[in-house]
């Protein structure tokens, strides 16, 4: 019964915490552009390791599936625009890991 009760303890920890450094990423990226946001569009979009999105980035890649759904009238358009990106992080990530084995 204790064991249970600490996974579900922590199951939400990770829950609440889940994309806080997806956050933070993004609040660097305002603060570091900030001078660029007065004179464009600027929107920060980052995304954990583990495929866990800052809302901005979420909300920008859902309008861009609505303007692209309203031109091609596929109303799967923000579905595989988030596939591709989530593959293009897979393949990023792939790399990553790959780059650090050792060829002896």
């Known amino acids: ?17 889940a994309g806080a450094a997806a956050d933070k990423a993004a609040g660097n990226k305002e603060a570091k552009y900030r001078q ?5 569009i600027f929107v920060p979009v980052a995304i954990e390791s583990a ?24 109303t799967r358009e923000a579905t595989y625009l988030f596939q591709r990106l989530s ?8 790399v990553s890991f790959h780059s650090t084995f050792t060829t002896d």
Request: hydrophobic letters at 60%; zero cysteines.
């Open 51 to 74: 495929w866990t999105w800052n809302h901005q980035a979420v909300e920008l890649v859902q309008e861009l599936g609505r303007r692209m759904t309203a031109v091609t009238e596929d």
């Open 1 to 17: 019964m204790v064991i249970i009760i600490i996974i579900i303890i922590i199951i939400i920890i990770i829950i609440i915490t």
């Open 87 to 94: 593959v293009a992080l897979q393949r990023g990530n792939a």
């Open 36 to 40: 660029l946001a007065k004179s464009h």
